[in-house]
């Protein structure tokens, strides 16, 4: 069976990473969490000071870039890699809420979008990837052999997210997760660098009302039709 690469982009909270971890597993691909790296880039700043609500200090952000470095470490007992910046394990440090609200502002940046996309398109450049983002089917991987966009209404997707967000114990509320979801949804459709649109030959998947298991058959499926 060839190795092929997977894209999948859509908006947040559409469970893209979960979508993206199982089929990874089955197939024996890499899986890469593009959003988990935009996250520490954004970790990085708010440790440094370098952002806070209304202020980003773009140009210091910029000239750190270099002394950044960003790498995944397979865990086995989670069954996946965990998200490393600079060698400190940051994998529960950029699920917060805070990150959230940063992490767009910063992946506007496009310094920062250069440097990511660079390690990104090395990490799949044997194919046998499953690569999750906004920019994965456009910008990263234009040639990938499957393209999947998937999307859910705002309010599933912040419902969701809050779900996730409370099992861990974070005091957060409905309606302010409700606020970030839109707030990136925003965002990143509309940044001037690689904007989060539907590449013209990816397949969309609206999730609203799909079980895990039932998105995971669709696009098994396609992956089936393409290997
Ligand atoms: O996927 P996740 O929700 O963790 O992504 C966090 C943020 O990182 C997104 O809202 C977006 O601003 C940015 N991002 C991006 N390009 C990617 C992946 C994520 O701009 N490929």
Not at 41 to 68: C, H, R, V, W
Not at 81 to 98: F, G, H, S, W
Request: hydrophobic content about 40%; proline content about 2%.
């Amino acid at each position: 069976m060839k190795k092929i690469t997977i894209a999948i982009d859509g908006f947040s909270s559409t469970g893209k990473s979960t979508l993206a971890k199982e089929l990874a597993k089955e197939l024996g691909y890499i899986y890469v969490d593009t959003g988990a790296m935009y996250r520490a880039i954004a970790f990085f700043a708010m440790q440094n000071g370098y952002i806070s609500p209304d202020f980003l200090d773009k140009e210091t952000l910029i000239n750190s870039l270099p002394y950044i470095t960003l790498s995944f470490k397979f865990n086995a007992d989670l069954g996946f890699a965990e998200m490393y910046l600079n060698d400190a394990n940051v994998e529960t440090e950029i699920r917060t809420l805070e990150v959230s609200n940063f992490v767009s502002k910063v992946a506007e940046v496009s310094q920062v979008r250069a440097k990511l996309v660079e390690q990104q398109q090395e990490m799949g450049k044997n194919k046998g990837i499953v690569m999750d983002g906004r920019d994965i089917g456009t910008v990263v991987f234009p040639d990938a052999e499957l393209k999947i966009f998937m999307t859910a209404g705002a309010d599933t997707r912040a419902q969701r997210r809050f779900d996730e967000l409370q099992a861990k114990g974070d005091a957060v509320t409905y309606e302010e997760v409700l606020k970030n979801v839109e707030e990136r949804d925003y965002i990143d459709t509309h940044r001037a660098d690689s904007p989060l649109v539907m590449a013209a030959d990816a397949i969309e998947i609206d999730n609203s009302y799909l079980s895990k298991k039932e998105q995971f058959d669709v696009v098994f499926e396609l992956v089936q039709e393409v290997v």
